[in-house]
């Protein structure tokens, strides 16, 4: 069983020439478990020897790097509808029902992108779900300025009718273009991660296909695609962080 997530394990080497490093086991795992981490900045692959590891235990093993290859085997972890697979208080679908794009920028900065869904320079994919989340704020505070007021309803005959004034017609316009440009903003940025995923995991689809998914199923989408880049079974789910996981523990030097 492998595991695939953006945010990994770093190492330390412990004795030179044979390039043996020490990790520190990110959760308790069986043996033979598979998990990627980070030495010298390339990633390698680190197998639980037979005995099994706890977590935060150190095993050293060799370090080596890992060819640029096509990830997955051409198929999806789950479908759009396994959202409930870790529970229905999951971190990650809590988030994708309250906030889907937040959820989205931090699979983004998973999968190193920038916030407006390309393949973000060096480290600039760390700025990522800031900058995600400014998009959110800007749009919910221009959407109160210019929005429409709440209903003032008043019993009349019996009945309740709205008697709140009707907003100017430049305000009608600028509040649905605001709606407007940030539905596109996700869809179109959705779209481009969903492709991108595809693409690292080998899985087979079509841009018409992203980007119905996008449009008619949000929610299950974003949930789909952060089951997708993240082992939960090894890393924790967390609402707030850059990529919507728990920190990993460090490794130390013997």
């Known amino acids: ?16 020439g044979d390039i043996i490093v020490e990790v520190e086991a990110p959760a308790t795992l069986s043996a033979g478990y598979k998990f990627d981490a980070i030495y010298d900045g390339q990633t390698f692959s680190v197998t639980v020897p037979p005995e099994g590891v706890t977590k935060g235990q150190r095993i050293a093993v060799p370090f080596r790097p890992l060819m640029p290859t096509a ?3 051409g198929e999806w972890k789950d479908g759009l509808c396994g959202c409930c697979k ?11 029902w309250c906030c889907p794009v937040a959820l989205m920028g931090q699979v983004l900065t998973r999968m190193k992108m920038s916030w407006l ?21 800007i749009y919910f505070i221009l959407g109160l300025i210019f929005g ?3 209903p003032d309803w008043v019993l ?32 179109i940025v959705l779209t481009k991660l969903r492709a991108a995923v595809r693409e690292r995991y080998s899985i087979h689809g079509s841009c018409c296909g992203d ?10 989408t974003v949930a789909q695609l952060a089951r997708q880049t993240a082992d939960y079974d090894v890393q924790g789910a967390k609402c707030c962080t850059g990529t919507g996981l728990e920190p990993l523990p460090p490794v130390l030097t013997v």
Not at 1 to 16: E, H, Q
């Open 86 to 96: 870790f529970g229905c208080c999951h971190a990650h679908l809590c988030c994708a």
């Open 148 to 150: 429409p007021p709440a």
């Open 1 to 16: 069983m492998s595991s695939k997530y953006g945010a990994v394990p770093s190492a330390s080497a412990v004795v030179t």
């Open 211 to 220: 980007c119905c998914c996008s449009l008619w199923c949000t929610c299950l």
């Open 71 to 73: 990830e997955g085997t």
């Open 117 to 137: 869904g390309n393949a973000a320079k060096e480290t600039a994919y760390h700025t990522t779900f800031r900058k995600t989340l400014y998009v959110i704020i």
């Open 156 to 187: 009349v005959d019996g009945e309740y009718v709205d008697v709140s004034p009707p907003i100017p017609l430049w305000q009608f316009i600028v509040n649905q273009s605001l709606n407007l440009a940030f539905g596109l903003y996700v869809l």
